[in-house]
């Protein structure tokens, strides 16, 4: 089974950074499709980023030239470099794999991020 572990999470004030990492198991992120969600309290899960296995990368417009996705196949490893945070990226930020072969999605556990004012 796969497992994905988040990390880099914590508490930052606004303007700060933080970088999160996702570490798979059991999983090849090079024919993966990988990304980053985040759900606020009393909200649904959004889709923060997504880089597919050809390279090709979304991002929402809300985090637009402030966030970057990236991938290290070799560690089985997805980061998420987070930049001038605002109090409205506060959230549990999830860390989501599809295998394209089997058709499975799986997902982390989450790390929170708080960004006061």
């Known amino acids: 089974q796969v497992q994905l572990v988040e990390s880099g999470g914590g508490l930052v004030q606004s303007g700060g950074s933080l970088r999160l990492s996702c570490t798979a198991s059991?999983?090849?992120?090079?024919?993966?499709?990988v990304g980053w969600y985040r759900q606020a309290v009393e909200e649904q899960r959004e889709l923060v980023s997504i880089?597919?296995?050809?390279?090709?990368?979304q991002y929402a417009d809300s985090v637009k030239g402030r966030f970057t996705i990236s991938r290290d196949n070799a560690k089985n490893s997805l980061y998420l470099q987070m930049n001038s945070l605002k109090p409205e990226d506060t959230a549990v930020y999830l860390c989501?794999?599809?295998?394209?072969?089997?058709?499975?999605?799986?997902w982390g556990q989450g790390t929170q991020v708080t960004v006061s004012s």
């Open positions: 989501y794999v599809f295998n394209p072969d089997t058709l499975n999605a799986y």
């Open positions: 059991g999983s090849d992120f090079s024919r993966a499709v």
């Open positions: 880089l597919y296995h050809s390279g090709g990368i």
